[in-house]
């Protein structure tokens, strides 16, 4: 894992085999509405025919959410809410109140909800387009084994937790624990973990989770009552296993709280923490920002030639498979499935990078055989298996269609990988290059009139190679041998590989950038 942490962004980027499989971003500056955030909203209006309601939670556009969605004991948090004041015992009024009774399945959302009235609500699914968050009543509060559940009575084991004497083991300590009004889901992480380090956690997701009472009781507004934790922890909270062997951070308070988050959930495995001190980007440094920039467009470079065509709408993504220039062998069934195979493995990760939702619609290279067909068919469904959206993927139709379905909660991850030309700015002319070293010599006599003793001069190979006139930058022959004895300032030259032929900047001796 690759964590950026930026003035305004963190960016987290999650290598495999030193390949990019997944980009989350979140905002350190703007307000976002992140899954599992949990808001006291409002009820604004009624939708009787759709048997939902739309609920202001401080968003510019209103929340949706449905009956089904309320949850089996939503009259315990609402009675809550309702007698929840400055005055009160909360803890006291919190264990007094009855879990239920039980919604109704087929009851209607104007026999429970009405407008202007207060609700605890959490997302489920970020704003999308022109849709507003997704919301549940039934709130829940992730940790890395335990799935804390207010005002609920039940204690469920992950089904993934084969042994039945582990699952009774932690479904008899988890449900001792457990203080009245509240359930919990055993989550599979838990299996083999001691009371020790259950008990820590619970304890700290209910501390979280109470927190929350007198920011209701003091003032009935809309308001965020608490969130998730960073995007960092909830990634790791997650993902986290033994395949993770180094987790760089390029700031040093996000290192610290990842740091203490790891020593909690999996202190084996707090030395992977590193801190990343370097002079060089840190995605530049581990070759993010490559794969972001080939990665992200319209057209995605595949082995030996051949690439995809992805095109996103509101409702639809689509993804056409070419073979390109590729040609292993003769034989045009064979060449086809091998070209589909490697479309796959590509698809299976744009999918998680791009966080694509929805409905997929990829257009494979046609193949005459069944066998072909189905054996692709498998071998998407198991490339797929390490996706934590829900999906399903379903065989190709004669026409060499895949359809796949893709949890879809949060928009689209779109980058634009084109740039603006650093040096024409978009207007598609050039100053001429027979002037260029009168320019940048300009611009060093104009800083060291301002008292720069040493420049730091960053240009493209082809340029260095010009100002060097091919020899040492010390010799007197070289532009820069002459600039250093005329204006008597130390100038060091770095060429850099990504800058276009005239591209040139100029940086002090503290290494800030300065205007040319």
Not at 230 to 242: A, E, G, V
Not at 447 to 458: F, I, N
Request: net charge neutral; proline share 3%.
């Amino acid at each position: 894992m690759i964590v950026d942490v930026t003035s305004t962004d963190v960016h987290i980027a999650l290598m495999e085999d030193h390949r990019l499989i997944e980009l989350n971003k979140e905002s350190s500056k703007a307000r976002g509405y992140s899954v599992g955030d949990v808001y006291l909203g409002k009820v604004k209006k009624l939708l009787p025919a759709l048997n939902a309601a739309f609920v202001d939670i401080g968003d510019k556009k209103e929340a949706f959410i449905h009956y089904l969605d309320l949850g089996l004991y939503f009259t315990s948090f609402d009675e809550f809410v309702r007698k929840s004041n400055p005055g009160t015992d909360l803890g006291q009024l919190y264990s007094k109140i009855k879990v239920g009774p039980i919604l109704e399945k087929e009851g209607r959302v104007e026999n429970v909800l009405k407008p202007g009235q207060m609700v605890i609500v959490q997302i489920v699914k970020e704003p999308i387009s022109t849709k507003g968050s997704r919301l549940t009543a039934e709130i829940s509060l992730a940790g890395r084994n335990i799935v804390l559940m207010p005002f609920a009575e039940k204690v469920s084991v992950s089904q993934k937790i084969s042994s039945k004497e582990e699952k009774r083991r932690l479904e008899t300590l988890v449900g001792s624990i457990l203080p009245k009004n509240y359930g919990a889901i055993i989550r599979t992480a838990a299996e083999g973990k001691n009371a020790a380090v259950l008990v820590a956690e619970l304890k700290s997701l209910i501390q979280k989770w109470e927190a929350s009472w007198t920011k209701v009781a003091k003032n009935k507004s809309i308001q965020l009552l608490f969130t998730e934790y960073s995007k960092t922890t909830t990634i790791l909270r997650d993902l986290l296993n033994d395949s993770f062997t180094s987790i760089h951070i390029n700031d040093e308070t996000v290192f610290e709280e990842t740091k203490k988050y790891i020593s909690m959930i999996s202190p084996d495995q707090e030395k992977i923490v590193k801190l990343y001190e370097g002079r060089e980007s840190i995605f530049d440094h581990f070759e993010v920002t490559r794969q972001i920039k080939s990665s992200f467009g319209k057209v995605v470079p595949m082995k030996q030639g051949a690439y995809l065509v992805i095109e996103s709408t509101e409702a639809l993504n689509v993804i056409d498979v070419n073979s390109g220039i590729r040609s292993k062998t003769s034989d045009q069934e064979e060449n086809a499935f091998e070209v589909n195979k490697i479309a796959a493995e590509e698809i299976a990760r744009q999918l998680r990078l791009r966080d694509m939702g929805g409905i997929i619609i990829v257009d494979f290279i046609d193949m005459e055989s069944g066998e072909h067909r189905n054996e692709l068919h498998k071998y998407m469904q198991g490339l797929m298996e390490s996706d934590r959206a829900k999906h399903n993927v379903l065989p190709l139709t004669k026409f060499g269609l895949m359809q796949i379905t893709r949890q879809r909660i949060r928009p689209v991850t779109e980058i634009n990988t084109s740039e603006v030309c650093p040096v024409c700015h978009g207007t598609g002319k050039i100053a001429s290059s027979a002037v260029i070293d009168e320019q940048i010599e300009r611009n060093i006599a104009f800083y060291r009139e301002r008292g720069v003793s040493a420049l730091t001069l960053k240009v493209s190979p082809i340029l260095g190679a010009y100002l060097k006139r091919g020899q040492s930058v010390l010799s007197d022959k070289s532009f820069l041998g002459k600039w250093r004895r005329k204006h008597k300032c130390r100038i060091d030259l770095v060429e850099v590989t990504d800058f276009s032929v005239l591209q040139y900047e100029l940086y002090d001796e503290k290494n800030d950038r300065l205007e040319t």
